[in-house]
């Protein structure tokens, strides 16, 4: 059964330091999500991404935060200069039709 | 803004049926879902109903949505310690592709 895949699976970071994080979503899906979890706390969204550009974003997702679709598979999620909050699970997801399909996540640890 | 309320906890015996409850706020959610997410691991889809819909039952699993109360819950039956997770309800928001919108998760317990 096709799946979303997310590495790497953990990172640790110092503060200021630039973080990619990457996904590859299941391969006939058009749009793409990026999500986060920090501890303990719910799962918030963060943007949508739909025919290479940015669809919907929430106020988390700021001028430090970008995405890409590098090549036909990658989907990546750019932090620029990580805060200690950045530190969450950060979960990505991609549909076809009217389900999200999310990936198992990387733990983001900013120091 | 949208809202999504689970109760936090939920503790059942091995055999029994659990209820898990939610309630949403945007009134014009197209689709309702539950997804689990077992320790350490992602967020998997268990199932998801339509807005239509009043009820819908895959094999243990029955979502029965009540629209004009914004209530949704999750019944399992003949819970097994397997089912042992955090269970999150989740709206989606603005349109057919829209964002999810999830609750703080319901953990529920299973006890032999």
């Known amino acids: 059964e096709p799946e979303v895949t997310q590495t790497p699976s953990h990172q640790v970071t110092q503060m200021g330091q630039e973080v990619i994080l990457r996904c590859v979503p299941i391969s006939n899906h058009l749009y793409f999500y990026w999500y986060r979890q920090i501890l303990g706390q719910k799962v918030e969204f963060l943007v949508s991404f739909y025919n290479n550009e940015i669809s919907e974003k929430s106020e988390i997702f700021d001028d430090q935060f970008s995405v890409e679709r590098p090549d036909g598979s990658n989907f990546t999620l750019k932090i620029r200069s990580t805060k200690l909050e950045d530190s969450a699970m950060y979960f990505c997801?991609?549909?076809?039709?009217?389900?999200?399909?999310f990936g198992p996540g990387t733990r983001l640890t900013v120091l | 803004g949208e809202d999504v309320e689970q109760s936090l906890f939920l503790s059942v015996r091995e055999g029994d049926s659990s209820v898990i409850n939610c309630t949403y706020t945007?009134?014009?959610?197209?689709?309702l879902y539950w997804y689990k997410q077992e320790p350490g691991a992602g967020l998997q889809l268990l199932t998801y109903?339509?807005?239509?819909?009043d009820m819908k039952q895959d094999q243990r699993l029955t979502v029965l949505l009540n629209k004009k109360d914004k209530h949704l819950s999750l019944r399992i039956a003949d819970t097994q310690t397997g089912d042992s997770a955090i269970y999150f309800c989740?709206?989606?928001?603005?349109?057919?592709?829209?964002?999810?919108?999830f609750g703080k998760g319901t953990k529920l317990s299973v006890k032999p």
């Open positions: 989740a709206e989606k928001y603005g349109g057919s592709q829209g964002n999810l919108i």
């Open positions: 109903i339509f807005s239509n819909m």
């Open positions: 997801a991609s549909s076809g039709e009217d389900t999200q399909y």
């Open positions: 945007d009134s014009s959610s197209t689709y």
